[in-house]
């Protein structure tokens, strides 16, 4: 996250009061229980596409900041706002309006034998903080989910998109009230300055729940820093392993739309792994593939020697490690499965793997022994997403192992509570 700010940025910092700011979230939070919270999301969508043109046009601005500091493409196209993107955010909003209300249901019931009465319910966090960095979708999904989960959400995005930010929350707050909801459900942490994080990540009992959704410096910042609960969304260094016995069309159309259909996502293939037996009559097209959409290539020695004319730079142990985030992949040739399996065990950040192969009992064994969110065979990596598993939308990927993980939609944001009606029971 850039740490310079503009005149107008530090101005509206210096009147930004958090405290005041979760105080107004609680009370929101409350007024929900009572709301309905659909109509009030399909209001805020039908909100966000009537205010387009001042969102587009304060997200135009700051794409144009970032391209004129040399910011790489791929983390360009990330804060980027289009009409078809905004749309699709709506209709996302859309669709988590028309999703069964995860609030009030009844997960178990049981009589005891003294004749009490015993029921776990879903009910919402309460107050939910959603730190992240440069994607104004985020913005919308986070707070959409919350909201239909019954949460209010506060939400500190990064500075290069405080006025895309700005133009969404703003939208959103419009769109609430016009539907009689609680505008306070939704907002914004209008301050750049890096101290509002810790601050909103330190406010125990006033926060119910802490997401962060970015890169691994800050998601190692919120877990060192939080003393409020979090659920880590963790950084995605996933691999395409290509098995010897592979559909060649198949497994390159995969590695392609893995590496290259968006790769500045958590869901993008790092490295490529590729069978010995397979390499030497697949591995030269399918570099060379890549080149051709300008994947920078990092390969082991193996790699390089069968690359041909295609340009690979040798590997360094950092590159097995490295979430890109852009068009550069790593690729290493392994005599066997179990070499690919130690491989993806080593470096792997448990985010998404996948495995290209004709062999059932291969597939079964990648699926079974790697340890990662979502695991896929035959598929690309970039389905690990919200929206494409009929959540309606995502507010993260969690790759930790309590309450949620994988893509977290509305039945990853309640939890719950015991209810017990008696006739008088005292306990002896």
């Keep these: ?13 210096s009147r930004f009061d958090l405290d005041a700011c979760l105080v107004r979230a609680r009370r929101a939070a409350r007024a929900l229980a009572a709301a309905d919270r659909a109509a009030g999301l399909r209001s805020l969508a039908a909100t966000l596409e009537a205010d387009a043109e001042a969102i587009l046009a304060a997200n135009r601005d700051e794409v144009v900041r970032e391209r004129e500091a040399g910011t790489a493409a791929a983390l360009v196209d ?4 289009d009409e078809d993107r905004l749309r699709a955010m709506a209709d996302a909003v859309r669709a988590i309006a028309a ?48 909201l239909a989960a019954g ?5 500190r995005g990064s500075a290069n998109t405080l006025r895309s930010n700005r133009a969404l929350v703003r939208a959103m707050r419009m769109g609430l009230a016009r539907a009689g909801l609680p505008e306070d459900a939704v907002q914004l942490v209008d301050d750049p300055d890096r101290a509002q994080v810790t601050a909103l990540l330190q406010a125990r009992g006033r926060v119910d729940l802490a997401i962060p959704r970015g890169g691994a410096g800050l998601i190692q910042h919120v877990v060192r820093t939080a003393q409020v ?36 996502v958590c869901n993008a293939a790092e490295t490529l792994l590729v069978h010995a037996e397979l390499a030497p009559c697949w591995l030269a097209g399918t570099l060379q593939a890549l080149h051709e959409h300008g994947v920078r290539l990092h390969g082991c020695e193996r790699t390089l020697g069968l690359a041909g004319t295609v340009p690979v730079e ?5 590159d097995w490690a490295t979430e890109y985030l852009d068009l550069e992949l790593a690729v290493r040739v392994v005599d066997d499965l ?31 022994e790697v340890d990662a969110a979502a695991v896929f065979v035959n598929a690309s990596t970039r389905f690990t997403d919200g929206f494409e598993f009929g ?24 939890t719950s509570k015991y209810v017990i009606d008696g006739d008088g029971q005292v306990r002896g």
Excluded at 391 to 414: C, D, W, Y
């Design 1 to 13: 996250m850039p740490s310079q700010t503009t005149p107008e940025q530090q101005q509206q910092a």
């Design 78 to 81: 990330r804060l980027t706002l």
């Design 99 to 146: 999703l069964p209300d995860p609030v009030g249901r009844v997960l178990q019931g049981w009589t005891l034998p003294n004749g009490l009465r015993v029921q776990q319910r879903t009910v919402p966090f309460g107050v939910v903080a959603m730190v992240y960095e440069s994607r104004p979708n985020v913005t919308v999904d986070a707070a959409a989910l919350a």
């Design 151 to 155: 949460s209010a959400a506060v939400l």
């Design 229 to 264: 609960p979090v659920i880590e969304t963790g950084v995605g260094n996933c691999h395409v392993y290509v098995h010897a016995d592979a559909d060649a069309e198949m497994a390159r159309r995969i590695v392609l739309n893995a590496k290259v259909q968006r790769p500045g």
């Design 314 to 318: 040798l590997a360094s142990e950092a």
């Design 338 to 368: 179990d070499e690919a399996l130690e491989h993806v065990v080593r470096y792997g950040s448990g985010h998404s793997e996948a495995i290209v192969t004709r062999s059932r009992s291969a597939a079964r064994r990648f699926q079974d």
């Design 391 to 414: 959540f309606g939308a995502e507010i993260g990927i969690s790759t930790q192992k309590l309450h949620a993980r994988g893509p977290m939609g509305l039945a990853q944001l309640v």
